[in-house]
């Protein structure tokens, strides 16, 4: 699998309309695509107000801005959700869909950020702590009981084509991570 391969798959791609979350989903896996063209993770994530409308789009950027270890597409979007729309918006009316399980760091911040519909398009066995909720200390545990976590509404092909972004490069990546904090350590 090559990145020109997924850019193929990403831009052939019709939208199925018996699923509801395949417009925003897709969408996710373009920007999961211009993630990995610039050297990052192959994730993406787009925020909705209750009309379907998109207010934020984010991607990956742990290392494309100068090292970042914040800079999953999730933190980005909760960035410039604060800064950008804070006070204007109730979050429970909002929906945020990202392309992968996001991760215990994630998680947390999404907790805080009290989006109302969480939904994710593949899971992440490895990394992901959505479906791990109910190991997440109590309090945190409250704060996700307000909220509601799903699986996107989406094909198996472009819950598969989320899937092969997330994982593209990742040895890779893992390495220029692992890289990072032994500059940071010497
Ligand atoms: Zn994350």
Not at 40 to 46: K, L, S, T
Not at 115 to 135: Q, T
Not at 143 to 159: E, G, V
């Amino acid at each position: 699998m090559t990145l020109t391969d997924l850019a193929a798959r990403v831009a052939g791609y019709v939208i199925h309309p018996d699923f509801r979350d395949e417009a925003c989903g897709l969408r996710c896996c373009e920007l999961a695509l211009a993630a990995l063209r610039t050297g990052d993770y192959g994730v993406g994530a787009v925020l909705l107000d209750a009309a379907g409308n998109t207010l934020i789009e984010a991607q990956n950027q742990v290392f494309s801005g100068g090292y970042c270890s914040s800079g999953h597409a999730e933190m980005r979007l909760i960035d410039r959700f604060e800064s950008e729309l804070a006070g204007q918006l109730n979050p429970d009316d909002l929906k945020l869909v990202v392309s992968l399980e996001p991760c215990p760091m994630c998680l947390s911040r999404i907790l805080l950020a009290g989006f109302g519909v969480v939904k994710y398009m593949a899971e992440d066995p490895a990394g992901g702590m959505v479906s791990r909720l109910d190991d997440m200390p109590p309090a945190w545990q409250n704060l996700a009981s307000l909220q509601s976590f799903y699986h996107a509404h989406i094909s198996d092909a472009l819950r598969q084509l989320a899937q092969d972004l997330a994982q593209y490069g990742v040895a890779e990546l893992r390495k220029n991570l692992l890289a990072q904090r032994q500059i940071s350590s010497s």
